[in-house]
């Protein structure tokens, strides 16, 4: 198993992210990246926190990077969305 593994948050329910970062920490990744873009961010921050305060106490953050991204729709302007990536450590 690589050494860092990445979770991609979307639409959706918590707990099936939350279930994703914990079959990889089972699985012998030392670290998780849980990534979020737009709307999904605080659901990102949500699934970090559950799994730092209920489930995995040992686990760190490691490291937070928030960023924006510019997508191009068709025939419209580029719109700016929001990204974060949340470095969780065991």
């Not at 918590?14 to 961010?41: D, P, Q, S, W």
């Not at 995995?56 to 990077?65: A, E, M, R």
């Amino acid at each position: 198993m690589p050494e860092s593994s990445s979770v991609l948050v979307g639409r959706k329910p918590v707990m099936n992210y939350v279930l994703a970062c914990l079959t990889l920490f089972h699985g012998g990744a030392k670290e998780v990246n849980v990534k979020a873009r737009g709307r999904a961010i605080s659901r990102a921050v949500d699934v970090a926190e559950i799994i730092r305060h209920r489930f995995l106490p040992d686990v760190k953050i490691g490291n937070i990077n928030i960023g924006t991204e510019q997508i191009q729709s068709s025939g419209k302007a580029p719109a700016n969305i929001s990204t974060i990536e949340i470095t969780l450590v065991r």
